[in-house]
Structures are given as structure tokens and as C-alpha cells.
């Protein structure tokens, strides 16, 4: 157990983090570094990562459960994205232990400004629900991208729930609201898989993972209600920040290594 200040700190970004990460994802980009800061230098990475996960499937479980109880998705169009999520995430938790992560960042980089391109110069993306595709591939559409998301979860992780929203956006022209409701749902589904398989292999902290957890949850309960009241609008104004934020963040580590 960390002093109490560093974990009221702890807590503190727990909540941040589950507020925006119930809205537009990138939750993980405030939790990590605030464990990394906080925890003692020597803790090994899968603990610190089995803690930041207990932490994030407690907010998108809230988030999630939100989400589902306005409605602002159709259950059954969850269905197949959220197994496939999971299968991806416990296929790249698997990898994870097998091969380096280091290439994917600037990756990320890359795609997180290809990301905040589109929506800044294309300013009704995301603001109208006209889907482009009929049912039944929409939903094949979608699992896909849960799947390939979901796998990149579980094995690395920043940005997901970003990616997941901009490329329902995108792909299946869902508005920004209906988007995150999905991301939310297959995020949740990633980390609930990714989580089991690092708890099972005692990589956690207990007394620090559920602290910022009831933060976290309260975060993303404050957050999706924030996305159901404003709409697509504000939804897409925050996803702006967060992007923008990921890719000064991403772009400094990058310039440190």
C-alpha cells in the first residue's frame, strides 16, 4: 500500500480517468502513469497492468450499465462485438508475454492523428446516426473491429476506446453517441478478459486496485451520463481534446526514447 497522499492521488486520477473514458475512451492514458508514478520502481509490469485493468473494468462496467439502461444501443448489436472483443483480448494478452511492445507506439501516433485530422476537418462526422451499411453487415462490420480492437487491447492497450468510437464513426456511420455506447461495451469486454487472465496470475494489487476501482467506476458513471445528456456534439468536442492529449503524450515519449 502506497503513503495515503499518493493514493488519494491514485483515487484521484481514477476518477478523471473513468469520466473521460466513459465518454470517448483514453482512461488508461491518466491511469498508467499515475501508477507508474506512484507504485515503488520495482514493481513488476503485469502487476501494474492487472491493477490498471481491475481499475478500468470497474468504470466501464458503470459506463457500460449506463449506456445500456438509456438504450442508446440496441442490446443485440452488442452481442457479437462484445465475444469477439474478448476473444481478441485474451489472444494479445497471450502474445504479450511473447514479443515486445515498443513499435506500436508510433504506430499510434500515426493513427491518432489520421484520427483527429478526420474529425476536425470533417465537422459532421459523428454528428448525424446514418449507418451505410445494411443490418447483418454492419454487425459483421462491427465484430470485426471488436475483434482486431479487442486484440489490441489485450496487448497493449492506449487509445482503444478512442479508436474503437472513431472507426464506428467512420465505418458504420454511427454518430458519436451511439459509437461510444458500442466502444464502451467491447472496451468492457476487453478489459474483463484481459483482467481474469492477469488476477489469475496474482499480477494485481489488491488494496490499491480496488481503491481507484470505486473511483473509476464513479468517474464513468458521471461521464456516460454526461454523454447521454449533451449528445454527439459535446461527445465529439471532448474526443478532440482527448486525441489531441494522447498524441502530446504518445509524441514526448517518443522524443524521450
Known amino acids: 500500500m502506497p503513503p495515503l497522499p499518493t493514493l488519494l492521488l491514485l483515487v484521484l ?8 473514458d466513459a465518454i470517448v475512451g483514453g482512461g488508461g492514458l491518466i491511469t498508467v502513469p499515475a501508477l507508474l508514478l506512484g507504485l515503488p520502481a520495482g514493481t513488476p509490469l503485469p502487476t501494474l497492468l492487472g491493477t490498471n485493468k481491475f481499475v478500468a473494468v470497474i468504470g466501464t462496467s458503470v459506463a457500460a450499465g449506463k449506456f445500456l439502461r438509456a438504450r442508446a ?4 448489436e452488442m452481442v457479437g462485438p462484445v465475444l469477439a472483443s474478448a476473444l481478441g483480448a485474451a489472444l494479445g494478452v497471450w502474445l504479450t508475454y511473447r514479443v515486445h511492445t515498443d513499435f506500436l507506439r508510433p504506430l499510434m501516433l500515426g493513427l491518432l492523428l489520421v484520427m483527429l485530422a478526420f474529425t476536425l476537418f470533417k465537422p459532421a462526422l459523428g454528428q448525424l446516426h446514418a449507418p451505410r451499411f445494411g443490418l447483418q453487415h454492419q454487425r459483421g462490420l462491427a465484430t470485426l473491429i471488436a475483434l482486431i480492437l ?10 482503444t476506446g478512442s479508436l474503437l468510437i472513431f472507426l464506428f464513426v467512420l465505418v458504420l456511420g454511427f454518430d458519436f453517441l451511439r459509437a461510444s455506447a458500442l466502444a464502451k461495451s467491447v472496451n468492457w469486454a476487453s478489459n474483463v478478459t484481459a483482467m481474469g487472465l492477469f488476477v489469475a496470475q496474482g499480477s494485481w494489487l489488491p488494496s490499491v486496485a480496488i481503491s481507484m476501482a470505486i473511483a473509476n467506476g464513479i468517474g464513468g458513471y ?3 451520463q454526461f454523454a447521454l445528456k449533451k449528445g454527439s456534439g459535446w461527445v465529439r468536442i471532448v474526443f478532440i481534446v482527448v486525441v489531441s492529449a494522447l498524441i502530446l503524450r504518445l509524441g514526448w515519449q517518443l522524443a524521450r526514447a
Open 222 to 224: 458521471l461521464g456516460a
Open 150 to 159: 479487442g486484440f489490441y487491447d489485450g496487448f497493449f492497450g492506449p487509445g
Open 73 to 76: 444501443l440496441a442490446p443485440r
Open 13 to 20: 486520477a481514477a476518477l478523471l480517468a473513468g469520466f473521460v
